[in-house]
């Protein structure tokens, strides 16, 4: 997962902790002027705008990232329940919003859905942690230059999980979402497969999948951990 | 996308990106032999699709009687790239389920047949999970007519360092894991050349996948050395013989089936039923789990091998033994059944002994009295004293309990019953008219 661009600079703590949390890499930007010094080499994946307590530079900030080529996109706006009217004429500086004070876990599943929308977009679908990288499109894994032979619901489970960095997982949502609620095998199914995972990633790298005791599994690190 | 044609697109995009020149489809035989036939990338869509067609006659074992065509159909779940041979020119493997040519389940192949007992267990609400104790020798590639002989002569648990051995138990190590087979432990075993690999447990029918894959891998990474690797059950007069001990657990979704913490042995009645149930018709699975002439010279008193129907928590004389698991985990509670040998059918092996402890928790049947004294050394009156019988001493005894047994008619389905007797029969013919060296040196002089 590429780097959101979060406003303004430094971030709100709790949304800091709600990024963090949900296992999103970001950093704040102060400007539009920031935003295009500190752009990383593939662009900004997206950008979490507050607006509830400087709205005139937080707009401002939004049509910056939108007039450039290609728009800085999903973006998400944070707004006070006074600044609804706000929002009228300008759709096309925002893909969704949330009221102030949010809920985490609103504002989670917000944008979940958006990146999730932004993912089916044309760009090459690659998902890069560390020295792994999966590519959805050609359904091939590789740690460094190495590539990971896996069977299918190896590389499912990889592909949950690596796009989920940072997020402890217990084994029956992983059931239910990589397996999907039909299969009838119980959660020791997902102990089998991590267990093959990390043996097929090798010693070194088999701690990218970490075992969160007595609730389930996380990839990589968890910032609050 | 529906789940299967997502399957199959990573199937076809995975031979395309590795480069994969050839795809080996795997089956198995009647008596549990590995059987492929290799098809290039550019038939693989239609085979996933459609399935092969091929010749039936290869599937019934070496008494030739199936002529009819039949379709083997890749399970894509079980697609991998093999990670020994050529770099260059990658290939893969896939299981196949095998099918008649209308499309329903060919009741000659053994893992439908395994697919069957699974599904009837499934309907009980029960999910079967094995865990094997694989053991075997490295010996010199065989001369025929000599006695093997041996890499080393280390004992149990020896540090062989440097050993060839040694060598050839991590590289296949290294190409389990590769394979998707996580191993528990490995060790070296208390005979000469003696080795022992434990698999971690997984669903029936990935498991017996996984042996099959096994006695594959541990024979290629043997004979890349030079070395042959046997599963044979005694190769060796003398010393111990390998087995394939059996830890069996039965799950109803996440909860170990087996396991009741009010129980002064922490086993829930259904445990209880299943062990009953092996144990009552242990002697008519007998001929599947120990299928060779050769097996039953393994089953002898001394070797640490079962010789008598009988349980215990700890007591390795007895066929069935209760672990105690680590710290009370609910999760590893599970028996120990010690008579099959790794040269069985293990699709077979795995669906009879299913049937026999399901049958145990149907009819409720009653769990005899734990035999915690050692068996080898109770008189044949004590031991019918306490009702314990003995597993059948041959081949032929074996084929004539299974002969008359409706349970394992049912489990293997009645053609697949009727070729392993014919198979087997055949085996005992052939030995019975063999005269052996025992016999020359004993009587050729003194009669």
Sequence with gaps: MEIVAVFPDPAPPELARTLDLSGYRWKAIGSAADATRHEPPEGWAGAVVVADSDPESAWAFCRALRKREPAVEPLIVLVSGAQLADLELRDELFDDFCLTPFHPRELEARLKHLFWRGGTSSKPELVDYGPLTLNLETYQASIGSTPLDLTYMEYELLKFLAQNPGRVFTREILLSRVWGY??????????????????????????????????????GQGRWA | MPVNEQQRNYVVRTVEERGVRLVRLWFTDVLGVLKSFAISPAELENALEDGMTFDGSSIDGFSRVQESDVLAVPDATTFEVIPWGDGKAAEARVFCDIHNLDGTPFDGDPRQVLRRNLHAARQHGFDFYIAPDIEFFYVAPPEKGQAPKLLDEAGFFDLTTNDVSSNLRKQTLRTLEAMSIPVEYAFHEDAPSQHEIDLRHTDALTMADSVMTFRLIVK??????????????????????????????????????????????????????????????????????????????????????????????????????????KRGNPLATRIEYRSPDAACNPYLAFSVILAAGLRGIEQGYELPPEADSNLFELSDVQLAKLSIEQLPQSLSDALRVMEQSELVADALGDRLFEWFLRNKRREWREYKTHVSAFELDRYLRAL
């Excluded at chain 2, 799950?251 to 913490?261: H, K, L, M, T, V």
């Excluded at chain 2, 060779?292 to 640490?304: D, M």
């Excluded at chain 2, 008598?308 to 069935?320: E, F, K, T, Y």
Aim: net charge positive.
């Design chain 2, 220 to 325: 290629e990474i043997a004979a890349a050395q030079g070395v042959h690797a046997t599963f044979m059950p005694k190769p060796l007069e003398g010393v111990q013989g390998s087995g394939m001990h059996l830890h069996l657990s039965l799950f109803r979704g996440d909860e170990n089936a087996f396991y009741d913490p009010d129980d002064a042995y922490n086993l829930s009645t259904v445990a209880k039923q299943f062990i009953a149930g092996l144990l009552r018709h242990a002697a008519e699975i007998t001929a599947v789990t120990n299928q060779t002439v050769n097996s039953y010279k393994r089953l002898v008193p001394g070797f640490e091998a079962p010789v008598h129907v009988s349980w215990a928590r700890n007591n390795r004389s007895g066929l069935i033994r209760v672990p105690i698991p």
């Design chain 1, 182 to 219: 039909e299969y009838f095998g119980g959660a020791r199914t997902v102990d089998v497969h991590i267990r093959r995972l990390r043996a097929k990633m090798g010693e070194e790298h088999a701690n990218l999948i970490q075992t969160v005791r007595s609730v389930g599994y996380r990839f």
